[in-house]
């Protein structure tokens, strides 16, 4: 079976690690893992809470869950922050009315992921405005804003994690604290820069999601929640399938403290987000090869993709620049089609609508670019991208 076989044409990925085509190339060592993982059955329990220790070393967190993608992660992180340790709670989900159920976000981090908190029965309460719109609005959110709506129906706060983001996570860190209130963090693409992984993991968060199927390589329906061990208890719980008798219901104590549960969930909220046994190996397997390899490699073998492509269409008469701020993240190349009297959604239809589609980065269509993200690029994918950017940019 390939994709010929059932006829679905393949494409060429300028665009990134999205999801929509599929994310970034599984490393090698992830595939190798997956077969190997495939050829033994094991208790997903014990290997849920042998992940977890691996996790938890790579990481510096308590512990962590793998789960089937960075949303799926903030769906279980959230259903944990409602439902703890208790049975009832965890069978309630999503119907949350009867407890805490209210997450801070400010306005501004707000995003079509936030439906992954939401999913999990909290109810959003947004605080912050969007100043910027008014010509002279210069304010961000701001920490006081937070402060303020809290109350008793708070169950915690989500705070999105980039570079950008207002106010400053350890301001807020602060203030959860003095509140006794977790945070979830959303750091799904946030890796690059490597360092982060353990960063975020032990910045005082207490649970952050990546992302498994992005930079890091694993499978795309992957993700890693990372942070306080009875979270990740309980967000394990509301994932793993429960057909057991409670009588020799025996859970590993690494990942679960049997005596703080008030009885044996059922299957729980995040039943159906379930992760293959060969999805944890494989993660797992890429991860260790992320957090191992020199970031200059990663960082110069994606320059070394985007020269190939810069100088091959150089002599178009379309003026080309890098956005590169070294290892810390993933280089682009930008192309100014507008600046040569061209409309970038134009050129973008055609690209996609070539005989090999090719999709390139849309993000800065507005501004009139067209960029190019190398990491979901292969070698034999230069020379088709170069052929269908010089027919979309001579034309
Ligand atoms: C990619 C992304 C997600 C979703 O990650 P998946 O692993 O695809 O579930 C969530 N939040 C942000 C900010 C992302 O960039």
């Not at 912050?128 to 129906?153: K, M, P």
Request: charged share 20%; net charge negative.
């Amino acid at each position: 079976m390939n994709y010929d076989s059932i006829n679905t044409p393949t494409i060429i990925n300028a665009c990134g690690t999205v999801t929509r085509l599929g994310g970034a190339p599984i490393r090698q060592s992830a595939l190798d893992a997956y077969r190997s993982a495939s050829d033994y059955s094991v208790s997903i329990e014990q290997l849920h809470a042998s992940a977890s220790t691996r996790l938890a070393e790579l990481s510096g967190a308590q512990a962590g869950l793998i789960t089937s993608g960075a949303a799926a992660a903030l769906t279980l992180g959230t259903a944990a922050i409602l439902a703890g340790y208790d049975a009832a709670k965890m069978d309630a989900l999503p119907h949350a009315d009867e407890f805490a159920n209210e997450m801070i976000i400010a306005r501004e981090h707000r995003s079509g992921y936030d439906h992954a908190i939401r999913a999990a029965g909290a109810r959003l309460v947004e605080v912050g405005l969007n100043e910027q719109i008014s010509g002279a609005g210069v304010r961000r959110v701001e920490t006081w804003e937070y402060e303020a709506a809290i109350n008793e129906n708070t169950a915690g706060i989500v705070y999105v994690i980039q570079n950008s983001s207002r106010p400053a996570l350890s301001e807020i860190i602060t203030l959860a604290k003095q509140h006794d209130l977790p945070i979830i963090a959303d750091a799904a693409g946030e890796l690059p820069p490597h360092d982060n992984f353990k960063k975020l993991a032990t910045c005082g968060v207490d649970l952050v999601a990546f992302s498994g199927g992005k930079v890091i390589g694993g499978p795309q329906a992957t993700g890693i929640l990372l942070g306080d061990k009875d979270l990740i208890a309980s967000s394990a719980l509301q994932m793993l399938d429960m057909d057991d008798h409670p009588q020799l219901w025996d859970p590993p104590a690494s990942l679960i403290n049997k005596s703080k549960l008030t009885g044996m969930p059922r299957h729980g909220l995040g039943r159906g987000m379930k992760v293959a046994k060969e999805e944890v190996l494989a993660v797992l397997a890429a991860l260790e090869e992320f957090l191992n390899e020199n970031p200059e490699d990663l960082h110069s073998n994606c320059m070394d993709i985007l020269r190939q492509i810069e100088s091959s269409i150089s002599d178009c008469g379309i003026i080309l620049s890098y956005q590169d701020n070294g290892p810390a993240s993933i280089p682009r190349l930008l192309i100014d089609v507008a600046e040569a009297g061209m409309d970038a959604f134009d050129v973008c239809r055609n690209l996609r609508n070539q005989s090999t589609p090719i999709y390139i980065n849309h993000g800065l269509l507005d501004d009139g670019l067209l960029m190019i993200h190398p990491v979901a690029l292969r070698q034999r994918d230069i020379e088709p991208l170069v052929a269908g950017l010089r027919s979309a940019l001579v034309s």
